[in-house]
């Protein structure tokens, strides 16, 4: 299994950030992709991901919420980060237009500019994109055909909107929200319609702790090492053995992030 979307650099995962990763080794989870969100979380993410080469890789890029810092100088080191073995793909970013930690004109802005890099350095993009999906598309679309893979973490939306997606040949990434039997029935019906080429799983951790997950961890955060949980619902849902969703899955992420 690959958890494409983990946030290691998170101060949740200080004090045993490598007591994590070993547990994850340990669930069965091949690869880690350690997410940057600014600058500096993107340069922790590498220099965290050198640290278990071949294990965990990292991707540099600014969340939709740091936008209103970000400048040419931002880019300029994103860059520089970029040409890092350990950095696979730019992001994460996007939009965010349910909490506007940033202005809108800027967060757009800044999303374009990382397309434009990963377009000019020819790499994947790991984006967000919460109640924004029409600006979203939009600014993406001239992109896409630039850029050699796009995935969509943490996809929670309709199933219009999967269809918008997959029609741009987008990638999906798939949490824990799944889990959810609250908030996640209406994405237990859609994701049986991403193909098999196209899903890519993930934890978002710490955030997301799968709701149906028998382990009670404390502190109460999710973490790799239940990728596993998550991969076994979305099987379930799906129709698919745990065993066949995993091997579709890992064989996706590694053609992805070329790993």
């Known amino acids: ?5 983990v946030n290691l650099t998170d101060r949740q995962f200080t004090n045993d950030r490598a007591a994590v990763i070993a547990r994850a080794q340990q669930a069965g989870v091949s690869a880690l992709i350690l ?3 600014n600058v500096a979380a ?3 993410a590498a ?3 050198a640290d278990y080469p071949k294990f965990c890789y990292s991707t540099a890029g600014i969340h939709p919420h740091d936008a209103k810092s970000a400048d040419e100088q931002s880019m300029n080191a994103l860059r520089a980060l970029a040409l890092r073995p350990e950095v696979v793909a730019i ?3 996007g939009l965010d237009f349910n909490r506007d930690f940033s202005p809108r004109p800027q967060q757009e802005a800044v999303f374009e500019a990382q397309l434009a890099l990963a377009a000019e350095l020819q790499l994947p993009v790991f984006m967000h994109c919460r109640d924004a999906h029409s600006r979203f598309m939009a600014i993406l679309r001239p992109w896409r055909d630039k850029l050699p893979g796009a995935v969509l973490h943490c996809f929670t939306g309709s199933e219009a909107k999967l269809k ?3 029609e741009l040949d987008l990638h999906i990434g798939i949490t824990g929200w799944i889990c959810d039997e609250r908030r996640g029935q209406e994405l237990q019906g859609l994701v ?3 193909p098999a080429k196209r899903l890519m799983i993930e934890t978002d951790s710490p955030y997301l702790l799968p709701r149906d997950i028998n382990i009670k961890p404390k502190p109460k955060r999710n973490e790799p090492a239940f990728l596993g949980h998550i991969a076994q619902r979305i099987a379930t849902c799906r129709g698919e053995t745990p065993e066949q969703l995993i091997a579709e899955t890992l064989a996706t992420s590694r053609a992805f992030f070329r790993i």
Do not use: N, R, V, Y
């Open 91 to 93: 992001g994460e970013c």
């Open 35 to 37: 997410t940057g969100t």
């Open 192 to 194: 049986s319609l991403i």
């Open 1 to 5: 299994m690959i958890d494409i979307g």
């Open 47 to 49: 220099d965290c991901a």
């Open 164 to 166: 918008d997606c997959l």
């Open 42 to 44: 993107s340069e922790q």
